[in-house]
Structures are given as C-alpha cells and as structure tokens.
C-alpha cells in the first residue's frame, strides 16, 4: 500500500531565489534552479548536513552536525501578500526574506503535514520538513527598504513564513512549473494536542 497519497491540490513556481554561498540572508532572483542530493547547486544552504541551530537546541547542542532538512525554503504567494499588509506595506520581495521557491495557489502551505512532497512534471521532487519559524533577520533586511516597519515582520509573519524543505529527488525547477502535492497517508498523532498544551 502506498504512504503518499496524491493530491489534486497544486501550486505554480511564480518566483525562484538562489542564496549566494557567500552572502547574506537575502536571495537573488533567477529563472530556473537545478537541485542534486544536496539541494539547490551553488546555494549557501545547500549540502547533506548541517550545523544545528537554535531551532533544534532541544534536541542537539548548537553547532552539532545533523542531517540538513532545511535546504531551502518555500513560501506562498499568497500568505507573502497577507504578511504584507499587516505589516503595512504595499509588498514583500521574496529576495528579502531569503527566498528558494514561491508557489501560488496552494493553500495553507504554510501548515503544510511534515513529510508532504512537492513534486513537478519532471519528476523533481522536495520533502516538507516542517513549518519555518519567522525570525527577526528578514525584517532588518525589510528595514532597509520600509524604515520603521522591518520589526513588525515577526509578529506579522506568524503563521505564513512557509516551510522548510529538502530534496528527494533531484532535478530541474522552472518558473511556470506546477508543484503537485502528496501526503502521508496516515491520520495525526492521538496525542499531539495533549503534547502542544
């Protein structure tokens, strides 16, 4: 029996970003991304493993090697739209918030279930690893474009900053391509809301 179920839920690539390996936070428009194994080719958050950050202290020392499932991040047009206005202003860029894939039409895909595939026509396919948690970094960059409106980022992102997501299968994403998704086949955890509080 198969885990995944397919859905006849989808988005369209609206807007891709390469983080330069050397660079900052902030990512750079381009038409078309190649992933390997290790994630977009030539990106800062690309590779097999990373250091653990303070998202995982729980869980692992900072700086510990873990298992990179944050090779790239994945938003929603929509949700970058609705952060936007309660921000108060007229727009986010993709690039000031660091980035990879922005889909629109797919929705919720910031609540998107842990393990959720993405895949296009071609075969490329990403693994969902969980929601990502907005931080205070894209607002300084935001700040830089909207005085006095870059720590209203945070709070205003809540809920809609996308996910996480690495590569299980390789290939070729272009603007225009459709990512379909598939989700696990299995009813959520009895305990979770006993667990969350």
């Known amino acids: 029996m198969a885990a995944l179920k397919p859905t006849h839920y989808q988005g369209e690539v609206v807007w891709l970003g390469h983080v330069p390996a050397q660079g900052g936070l902030s990512s750079t428009p381009v038409e078309e991304l190649d992933f390997t194994f290790d994630g977009p080719v030539g990106e800062r958050h690309a590779g097999r493993t990373r250091p653990s950050c303070s998202r995982v202290t729980d869980q692992h020392p900072k700086g510990t090697e873990i298992a990179n499932v944050r090779q790239l991040t994945i938003l929603s047009a929509e949700e970058l739209a609705e952060t936007a206005f309660a921000m108060g ?3 986010i860029d993709p690039a ?8 629109r039409g797919l929705p919720d895909l910031t609540h998107l279930p842990p393990s959720a595939r993405l895949q296009n026509e071609t075969g490329l396919t ?3 690893d969980m929601e990502n948690r907005p931080c205070v970094l894209p607002g300084k960059v ?14 205003a992102a809540q809920g809609r900053r996308g996910v996480s997501a690495w590569v299980e299968r390789p290939g070729r994403l ?6 379909r998704l598939h989700i696990p086949d299995q009813r959520p955890w009895d305990l979770i809301d006993d667990v969350r509080g």
């Not at 272009?174 to 990512?179: A, C, F, K, P």
């Open 89 to 91: 202003i007229p727009e």
């Open 126 to 128: 990403l693994i969902v």
């Open 142 to 155: 935001i700040e830089q474009h909207h005085p006095e409106k870059g720590k209203r980022y945070k709070p």
């Open 174 to 179: 272009v603007i225009g391509d459709t990512l």
């Open 96 to 103: 000031w918030v660091g980035a990879s894939i922005v889909l």
